[in-house]
């Protein structure tokens, strides 16, 4: 007898054996209900029922037994049944993750897609912003989750960080730039070199300006934005160079860009965040869990 069977039994003696109102108050048929009773007692070649003129007027001695296990084994359906639905409930809700658009198109463009169609239920808000102003509204906490780039110059009590992808910075320039003749580059090539580069809302600016201090270079910043791909189209034709996260070059035309590595480069660390709190949401730990696993086996 399967659960739906068993139903139909309890509900036969807690309407005081009466199939018309048992069928009724269940809504399946007097003759489906009393096959499945009947089928049950043949099969067990037992007896749930004393019978009088083929009407049902009370349980057998095996048939009270069978009751009172059949209400337990009922109720503990129920409560699995809840504790499913209560289950499935924690990846039903909203998460925003702040991501800069650089990343999310070279670095999260399988990852972000497959997350979603995978969770239909949960409501991701993907915030679209530079490494600079992400960091501020992850501190604001108006965030949950930040995709920033290492350091990422949060006070380590505030933030729990996860090195999840990382690669060298490149320069990319149009083929018939001079610099496209070496096969790789120094920094002090790019001594008095025009140069388009994002602008200071993203943390590669920062890393950039740094680099150039350290190295004593001073380059011709022509041109700033907070678009990868303007500054990319805006050496092909130019004397710009720019210099971009490397993965970049998987992406575009070869035939239209030079793509020159650094000898002592930069090393571009994208960085998965999380506030330090007591408690996490059911969303947050699963979210934060799938995003370390596809970088992980990836």
Not at 53 to 60: A, K, M, P, V
Request: include cysteine.
């Amino acid at each position: 007898m399967d659960i739906k069977q068993l139903s139909y039994f309890v509900a036969i003696v807690d309407n005081n054996y009466n199939i018309s109102i048992t069928s009724k108050k269940i809504h399946v048929s007097q003759p489906a209900i009393s096959k499945a009773i009947l089928i049950f007692e043949v099969e067990e070649n037992t007896e749930l029922f004393i019978r009088h003129n083929g009407r049902l007027q009370r349980l057998s001695e095996a048939g009270e037994i069978f009751y009172n296990n059949a209400k337990q084994i009922l109720s503990l359906y129920d409560e699995m049944l809840q504790d499913l639905r209560v289950s499935s409930k924690k990846f039903k809700g909203k998460i925003r993750i702040g991501i800069p658009p650089l990343i999310l198109g070279i670095v999260f463009h399988e990852v972000m897609p497959a997350l979603v169609l995978d969770n239909p239920d949960i409501n991701f808000e993907i915030i679209e912003s530079g490494a600079h102003d992400l960091r501020r509204l992850f501190l604001l906490q108006e965030i949950d989750l930040a995709i920033l780039l290492n350091p990422t110059n949060i006070n380590k009590n505030l933030v729990q960080e996860s090195i999840i992808y990382s690669d060298e910075l490149s320069a990319f320039m149009s083929y018939n730039h001079p610099l496209a003749t070496k096969d790789r580059l120094d920094w002090q090539d790019l001594n008095n070199q025009e140069m388009a580069i994002f602008n200071s809302s993203f943390m590669i600016y920062h890393l950039l300006i740094n680099k150039f201090k350290l190295e004593k270079v001073s380059p011709i910043i022509s041109l700033q934005s907070n678009s990868w791909d303007f500054l990319l189209q805006s050496t092909k034709s130019s004397r710009l160079i720019t210099v971009l996260p490397s993965p970049i070059k998987n992406i575009i035309s070869k035939k239209c860009y030079v793509t020159r590595k650094f000898n002592d480069p930069i090393f571009w660390k994208v960085t998965l965040c999380r506030p330090i709190k007591e408690q996490y949401t059911y969303i947050e730990e699963y979210v934060y869990a799938q995003l370390l696993s596809a970088f992980s086996s990836s």
